[in-house]
């Protein structure tokens, strides 16, 4: 059973910082991309940041670029995100995510999309 558990969200003063951890079990986690999504009240969800399996690729939307940083530890199975310099335009719940596809055979390709429970950010003075 696969699973992606979110922790680190709390209340953050502007200017502040805040780790969030997202725990993975029950698959391949070094052989997988990992990505952090937001969702604000009344806002679509939104890709935050992507790592690639062995971390030699990231990508932030423009938002966060210079504050924020994704991570991997592989021996955990654990991504990261450090947020520094926190806005209240932050404030969203913060959700983990892993999606790839499988070839199952010649016309078939099974797709997996799997989601954290999601953790809440404020900040807020």
């Known amino acids: 059973q696969v699973q992606l558990v979110e922790s680190g969200g709390g209340l953050v003063q502007p200017g502040g910082s805040l780790r969030l951890s997202c725990a993975a079990s029950?698959?391949?986690?070094?052989?997988?991309?990992m990505s952090w999504y937001r969702q604000a009240p009344g806002k679509e969800r939104e890709l935050v940041a992507t790592?690639?399996?062995?971390?030699?690729?990231?990508y932030y939307v423009d938002s966060v670029k210079g504050r924020f940083t994704i991570s991997r530890d592989n021996a955990k199975n654990t991504v990261y995100l450090q947020m520094s310099s926190l806005k209240p335009g932050d404030t969203a719940v913060y959700y983990c995510?892993?999606?790839?596809?499988?070839?199952?055979?010649?016309?078939?390709?099974?797709?997996?999309?799997?989601w954290g429970q999601g953790t809440q950010v404020t900040v807020s003075s």
């Open positions: 790592i690639t399996d062995n971390a030699d690729m990231t």
């Open positions: 029950g698959l391949t986690f070094s052989s997988l991309a």
């Open positions: 995510n892993t999606k790839y596809a499988v070839v199952a055979g010649p016309e078939t390709t099974n797709e997996y999309d799997y």
